[in-house]
């Protein structure tokens, strides 16, 4: 499933212009927070570093967090590939992702490789490997629509509000209380900050996909515990995701974790995410013991 990072890269490596590549796309940053920018064949390759907190999440950065950098450099990529220079959005929809054991510590670089699958005028898939110097992390497929500048603007315009600029919220979780009801774990957020969305559709502030997978982990965390009910330090060991919508800046939001068995690939949790009476986003994860 997994190849080296070198595996497949004929042809010269040329370094790409990420200034003109951040004209084509949706995100900026803080969000944007790639470095190392290189195109070597049907491949392109960029290296991220870990911004959000681990917890009891062990590995060289958080699966959510993988997933946001592989998602940005999926999107750069397909911008890359398009006929012309144009501004488009690209919104993640679904996402199958899978890690391995990585003895990279806590902050190491991670290099992240892409290959667009599939592009049209209304969609794209992209896979992403990642990697550090300690061999392979993780595997991400991406499917994504996509929207022209004026289409998105046209479709969301009631979303419209000023997006000032702020200092990276990415380096804290969007909040960190939570309750138990029954079996689940609970959080609520009155209302998504504007502040918390920063470099993500800029003008139409919304919460990245990403970070509102890496609430929901955390919260799946917060229920992998021990025979005395403490929470344990665990490894992600997959991930599928679905966003059917997004959580607009202003909007409260609830995030809930369930358990829900065990299978051959760890301990299983149904996680979602609801904004009024939307479902936005869903997330099936497995958690392993930390090796």
């Not at 570093?49 to 681990?54: D, G, I, L, V």
């Not at 950098?69 to 590939?81: C, Q, V």
């Not at 358990?259 to 995410?273: L, W």
């Amino acid at each position: 499933m997994f190849t080296r990072p070198d595996a497949h890269a004929p042809g010269p490596t040329a370094t790409a212009d990420a200034a003109a590549a951040l004209q084509r796309i949706c995100v900026r940053p803080p969000y944007f927070a790639l470095s190392g920018l290189e195109r070597a064949g049907r491949f392109l390759a960029t290296t991220a570093r870990a911004e959000a907190p681990a917890y009891l999440e062990r590995g060289p950065m958080t699966a959510a967090e993988v997933g946001r950098h592989a998602a940005i450099a999926g999107l750069l990529h397909a911008a890359l590939e398009q006929r012309d220079d144009a501004r488009r959005f690209y919104l993640a929809r679904q996402a199958s992702c899978r890690y391995v054991p990585n003895t990279a510590p806590f902050g190491a670089p991670v290099r992240l490789r892409t290959e667009v699958l599939d592009l049209d005028r209304r969609s794209a898939h992209v896979r992403a490997e990642a990697s550090t110097a300690h061999g392979p992390l993780a595997q991400v497929e991406l499917r994504y629509a996509v929207l022209t500048e004026a289409a998105f603007e046209r479709l969301f315009r009631h979303r419209a509000q000023p997006t000032p600029a702020a200092a990276s919220p990415y380096a804290r979780l969007l909040a960190e209380g939570y309750e138990h009801q029954g079996d689940a774990v609970v959080q609520t957020v009155p209302a998504i900050p504007v502040a918390t969305c920063t470099g993500h559709f800029d003008g139409f502030p919304a919460m990245p996909v990403a970070v509102l997978m890496g609430q929901l982990a955390y919260l799946a965390g917060r229920l992998y515990d021990d025979e005395r009910g403490e929470p344990r330090p665990f490894r992600v060991e997959r991930g599928e995701i679905a966003a059917d919508d997004l959580a607009w800046a202003g909007e409260g939001a609830r995030f809930v974790a369930i358990p829900d068995g065990a299978d051959a690939e760890g301990r299983r949790f149904r996680c979602h995410v609801e904004v009024g009476d939307r479902t936005v986003a869903a997330m099936t994860l497995w958690l392993t013991d930390a090796a």
